[in-house]
Protein backbone atom coordinates (compact mmCIF):
# COMPACT_ATOMS: atom_id res chain seq x y z
CA UNK A 1 0.00 0.00 0.00
CA UNK A 2 1.42 3.22 -0.98
CA UNK A 3 -1.01 5.93 -0.82
CA UNK A 4 -4.36 6.72 0.93
CA UNK A 5 -5.98 6.34 -2.06
CA UNK A 6 -4.98 2.97 -2.83
CA UNK A 7 -6.31 2.13 1.09
CA UNK A 8 -9.75 4.09 0.23
CA UNK A 9 -9.96 1.43 -3.12
CA UNK A 10 -9.33 -1.83 -0.93
CA UNK A 11 -11.65 -0.56 1.59
CA UNK A 12 -14.33 0.27 -1.37
CA UNK A 13 -13.83 -3.39 -2.74
CA UNK A 14 -14.27 -5.10 0.97
CA UNK A 15 -17.70 -3.08 1.39
CA UNK A 16 -18.75 -4.51 -2.04
CA UNK A 17 -18.85 -7.77 -1.11
CA UNK A 18 -19.90 -7.32 3.09
CA UNK A 19 -23.03 -5.78 0.86
CA UNK A 20 -23.44 -8.60 -1.04
CA UNK A 21 -23.52 -10.95 2.06
CA UNK A 22 -26.17 -8.60 3.90
CA UNK A 23 -29.68 -10.04 3.20
CA UNK A 24 -32.09 -7.51 3.45
CA UNK A 25 -36.25 -7.43 2.95
CA UNK A 26 -37.22 -8.70 -0.16
CA UNK A 27 -33.57 -9.56 -1.68
CA UNK A 28 -32.86 -12.87 -3.04
CA UNK A 29 -30.71 -14.83 -0.64
CA UNK A 30 -27.84 -17.20 -1.80
CA UNK A 31 -26.53 -19.94 0.81
CA UNK A 32 -23.91 -22.01 0.17
CA UNK A 33 -23.22 -24.79 2.97
CA UNK A 34 -20.29 -24.27 4.29
CA UNK A 35 -19.52 -27.12 6.92
CA UNK A 36 -16.59 -29.58 6.61
CA UNK A 37 -18.32 -31.72 3.88
CA UNK A 38 -18.89 -28.65 1.95
CA UNK A 39 -15.77 -27.13 2.24
CA UNK A 40 -13.75 -30.72 1.50
CA UNK A 41 -16.66 -31.11 -1.13
CA UNK A 42 -15.34 -27.45 -2.97
CA UNK A 43 -18.02 -25.17 -1.16
CA UNK A 44 -15.59 -22.24 -0.63
CA UNK A 45 -14.42 -21.85 -4.66
CA UNK A 46 -18.66 -22.33 -5.77
CA UNK A 47 -19.02 -18.92 -2.72
CA UNK A 48 -16.61 -17.37 -4.12
CA UNK A 49 -17.78 -18.21 -7.46
CA UNK A 50 -21.37 -16.88 -6.17
CA UNK A 51 -19.79 -13.26 -5.10
CA UNK A 52 -18.21 -12.45 -8.00
CA UNK A 53 -20.64 -12.98 -10.36
CA UNK A 54 -23.49 -11.14 -8.82
CA UNK A 55 -21.21 -8.31 -7.90
CA UNK A 56 -19.62 -8.25 -11.76
CA UNK A 57 -23.35 -8.17 -12.93
CA UNK A 58 -23.91 -5.64 -10.08
CA UNK A 59 -27.02 -7.58 -8.99
CA UNK A 60 -28.09 -5.09 -5.90
CA UNK A 61 -31.39 -7.46 -4.76
CA UNK A 62 -29.36 -10.71 -4.15
CA UNK A 63 -27.33 -11.44 -0.93
CA UNK A 64 -25.15 -14.21 -0.56
CA UNK A 65 -24.31 -15.82 2.63
CA UNK A 66 -22.86 -18.87 4.13
CA UNK A 67 -24.79 -21.32 6.54
CA UNK A 68 -23.25 -24.66 8.15
CA UNK A 69 -24.01 -28.23 7.33
CA UNK A 70 -27.17 -28.31 5.18
CA UNK A 71 -27.79 -32.40 5.75
CA UNK A 72 -27.27 -33.64 2.55
CA UNK A 73 -23.53 -34.37 2.71
CA UNK A 74 -23.47 -36.68 -0.25
CA UNK A 75 -24.70 -34.32 -2.22
CA UNK A 76 -22.08 -31.34 -1.44
CA UNK A 77 -21.83 -28.96 -2.39
CA UNK A 78 -25.17 -27.86 -1.70
CA UNK A 79 -26.78 -24.19 -2.47
CA UNK A 80 -29.72 -22.71 -1.39
CA UNK A 81 -32.00 -20.10 -3.00
CA UNK A 82 -34.56 -18.10 -1.35
CA UNK A 83 -36.57 -16.13 -3.91
CA UNK A 84 -39.07 -14.21 -1.56
CA UNK A 85 -43.01 -15.55 -2.27
CA UNK A 86 -41.24 -18.89 -4.11
CA UNK A 87 -40.30 -22.16 -2.31
CA UNK A 88 -36.32 -22.83 -2.04
CA UNK A 89 -34.45 -24.07 -4.44
CA UNK A 90 -31.83 -26.49 -3.71
CA UNK A 91 -29.05 -26.65 -5.99
CA UNK A 92 -26.56 -29.93 -5.64
CA UNK A 93 -23.37 -30.88 -6.35
CA UNK A 94 -22.37 -27.69 -7.58
CA UNK A 95 -18.71 -26.45 -9.21
CA UNK A 96 -18.51 -22.93 -9.75
CA UNK A 97 -18.63 -23.57 -13.76
CA UNK A 98 -22.14 -24.08 -13.26
CA UNK A 99 -22.33 -20.74 -10.90
CA UNK A 100 -23.12 -17.93 -14.19
CA UNK A 101 -25.21 -20.56 -15.25
CA UNK A 102 -27.66 -20.37 -12.18
CA UNK A 103 -26.72 -16.66 -11.72
CA UNK A 104 -28.47 -15.77 -15.10
CA UNK A 105 -31.09 -18.07 -15.42
CA UNK A 106 -32.80 -18.34 -12.10
CA UNK A 107 -31.90 -15.20 -10.13
CA UNK A 108 -32.13 -12.83 -12.88
CA UNK A 109 -34.33 -14.46 -15.34
CA UNK A 110 -36.31 -16.14 -12.64
CA UNK A 111 -35.96 -19.73 -14.39
CA UNK A 112 -34.70 -22.84 -11.85
CA UNK A 113 -32.16 -24.61 -13.70
CA UNK A 114 -33.63 -27.93 -12.80
CA UNK A 115 -30.76 -30.29 -14.07
CA UNK A 116 -28.18 -29.09 -11.39
CA UNK A 117 -31.80 -29.59 -8.37
CA UNK A 118 -31.68 -32.07 -5.57
CA UNK A 119 -34.52 -33.84 -7.66
CA UNK A 120 -32.83 -34.44 -10.66
CA UNK A 121 -29.49 -35.71 -8.55
CA UNK A 122 -31.94 -38.33 -6.78
Known amino acids: MKSLAELQAI ?9 LRDAGDGRIRVVVGMA ?11 LTAFLEEVQK ?4 NISVAQTGCI ?4 LEP ?4 YVPGQE ?12 PGIVSEHLVNGR ?4 Y ?6
Open 78 to 81: IVEV
Open 88 to 99: KVTYVRMTPEKV
Open 112 to 115: VVSE
Open 71 to 74: GVCR
Open 36 to 46: TCGIAAGARPV
Open 117 to 122: TIGAAE
Open 57 to 60: RDLK
Open 11 to 19: RDRMQKQID
